[in-house]
């Protein structure tokens, strides 16, 4: 089934890793996919260049561990502005070798002191590329429900957003976001535009202030009073902040489904404990959701 036709039958509940680094082997993320292939999510998407830092042959290789070895969808990012079209094909046709036909198409995070290709220069560039030269690829973008932090204002952006949508992404995947009142606001103004692919919700636990300072830093996300309260207090514990952290995006998850989200991707990377954690936490929710959704659709 493809991703499309799933979001019509259930709430997806999808996962995002990294590859390991250049140096190390691509197998020693094995143990970390066979921990998340326990919670069996409907897809796992795998970054590339995020930061700069990630390599285009190792989110091929794990795509293929994933695809292949976990039998689990596989959705390979792939960032535009460093790339010029036949790079891009030939990615496409890498990632077509090793069965996997599902891609987040983005503009790619800017790395300082490099010069971009110059040819996708946003991401509506590179969906309308692909979207006409491997129609057989389904294409997912990427969406802000705190505001991208380059655009001038949320109507701006939505606009922009729209542009993706009709350039042919099927669905959208949130940046983070702590508050879900600004991604309940940020849909209906999706619907107000004319956006009507599902979205599925970004949803990271933070279990160290660091982290989450660092992040937000760099997203613009606002970070809401009751979880710098949470941080102030048990900043201190490595033990409490991990419970509590996991314990706000389980919060959030259950109200998010409870109001009929299309989906949840989990920014838990690499750290498939806490993924494991968080499924066990919402399963359920997740599962009486299913359930009704079948029962409306039958
Ligand atoms: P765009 O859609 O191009 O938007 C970027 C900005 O330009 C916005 O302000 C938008 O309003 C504006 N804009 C869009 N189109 C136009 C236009 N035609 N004319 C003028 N302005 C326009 N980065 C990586 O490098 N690798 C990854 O693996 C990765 N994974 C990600 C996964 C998710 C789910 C998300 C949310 C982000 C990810 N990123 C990744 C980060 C992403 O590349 C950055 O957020 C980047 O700044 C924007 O990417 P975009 O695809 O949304 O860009």
Redesign the pocket.
Known sequence: MSLTELFKTKTVFSL?VFPPKKSSPTEAILPTLKRLQSINPDFISV????GGTAHCDGTVEIANLIQNKLDIPAVA?V?GLYQTQEQVLALLDRLDSINVKNI???????IPGKEPVGVFN????LVKFVHENRPDFSIA????PNC?T??PDFV??IT?LK??VDAGADHL???LFFDNQAFYDFKEKTEIAGIHVPIEA?IMPCTNKNQIERITQISGVPIPKKFAAIMDRYQNSKEAMLDAGIAFAVDQIIDLVSQGVDGI?LYTMNKSKIAKRIWDETQSVFEASNLSKQTENA
């Open positions: 995002e970054t590339l260049g995020a990012h960032p987040l198409a983005l503009r790619g995070d800017k946003h991401a509506n560039e973008s990427a969406c802000y991208h380059e655009a701006d952006d922009h542009e993706k995947i949130s940046q970004g991707h």
